[in-house]
Nanobody, 119 residues
Framework: QVQLVESGGGLVQPGGSLRLSCAAS????????MGWFRQAPGKQRELVAV???????NLADSVKGRFTISRDNAKNTVYLQMNSLKPEDTAVYYC?????????????WGQGTQVTVSS
């Protein structure tokens, strides 16, 4: 089992910045990729960014050039630095990790943190 605790959401004006953090605990040795998804009202949950254990990243086209994902393996924490925020970035952001255990794959989700971009 992996437990995830997110922090860093809030209200920000357009053009502003926020940094989300997600700390993992529990069976951390099994963690492979870590990432962020978001879900806006009335929309499906979508991938924002993902990072591998070795640091390879993949970002959604809508956030490329504005968001950066990073991780600190020593702290078992993944970060999402969000710059030049737009109203359309408003959503609940969820941390997600992939855990590989004995040939099986498990996905864990954080509780979600609200990001609101508004003037």
């Amino acid at each position: 089992q992996v437990q995830l605790v997110e922090s860093g959401g809030g209200l920000v004006q357009p053009g502003g910045s926020l940094r989300l953090s997600c700390a993992a605990s529990g069976s951390i040795f099994s963690i492979n990729t870590m990432g962020w998804f978001r879900q806006a009202p009335g929309k499906q949950r979508e991938l924002v960014a993902v990072i591998s254990r070795l640091g390879n990243t993949n970002l959604a086209d809508s956030v490329k050039g504005r968001f950066t994902i990073s991780r600190d393996n020593a702290k078992n924490t993944v970060y999402l630095q969000m710059n030049s925020l737009k109203p359309e970035d408003t959503a609940v952001y969820y941390c997600n990790v992939r855990s590989d255990v004995a040939g099986s794959i498990y996905y864990y989700w954080g509780q979600g943190t609200q990001v609101t971009v508004s003037s």
